[in-house]
């Protein structure tokens, strides 16, 4: 992947004139983190890289943006083709290829969040895979359907397996997280309104 999420981290923070302590002070997280991830010597979790981008008041999927995927379409552009999905699973974008915990998550997201009320992804979860240890939670309503594999959703403390052909919907301000612990693949297709993962 060509997206750097140190660089795109470190510019944020300073065009915001924060220094990494107040940055680390107001998002939970430790300063060494916040220094190890604008270096690329390590890349977060899902849950870490949001208590982040809380304080720039960011999505993941805004984050992960780009001049390339919001340039002004006079025509609005209705179909996106699978080269077109943008992968915003931080640890993805640094470690492609990887089929280890968080690294052998992959979430693309359809079309734009800037364009669109509603963030759609395709989601795939290798074996082993897992969200994080830590459980997260956004604002909005978050939605799926389990096309093929099995995975263990955690809500608020209750735990679930799908199968496919199983679906989810719930309030995603209560804590969650997913994890394959089945011996094959899960591809799900799923959606959070607004968008703000």
Request: hydrophobic share 35%.
């Amino acid at each position: 992947m060509d997206f750097d999420v140190g660089a795109r981290l470190k510019s944020i923070r300073k065009s915001l004139g924060l220094s990494q302590r107040r940055l680390a002070d107001q998002s939970g997280v430790t300063n060494g983190l916040i220094s190890m991830i604008e270096s690329n010597k390590t890349s977060p979790s899902i849950s870490s890289l949001k208590k982040i981008l809380s304080v720039f008041g960011l999505s993941l999927a805004d984050f992960f943006e780009t001049e390339e995927s919001n340039q002004d379409n006079t025509e609005k552009t209705f179909v996106f083709r699978a080269s077109a999905l943008r992968e915003i699973n931080p640890a993805r974008v640094f470690h492609e290829g990887t089929e280890q915990g968080l690294a052998a998550v992959s979430l693309k997201r359809i079309g734009t969040g800037r364009d669109h009320k509603l963030l759609m992804l395709y989601e795939t979860y290798e074996p082993g895979a897992d969200t994080g240890p830590e459980t997260y939670a956004h604002d909005g309503e978050e939605g799926g359907y389990v096309i093929e594999g099995e995975i263990v959703l955690e809500v608020d403390n209750r735990t679930e397996t799908l199968q496919a052909g199983d679906s989810y919907l719930f309030d995603s301000r209560l804590p969650h997280r997913f994890r394959n612990v089945g011996k094959t693949r899960c591809v799900i297709v799923s959606a959070c309104t607004p968008p703000t993962f």
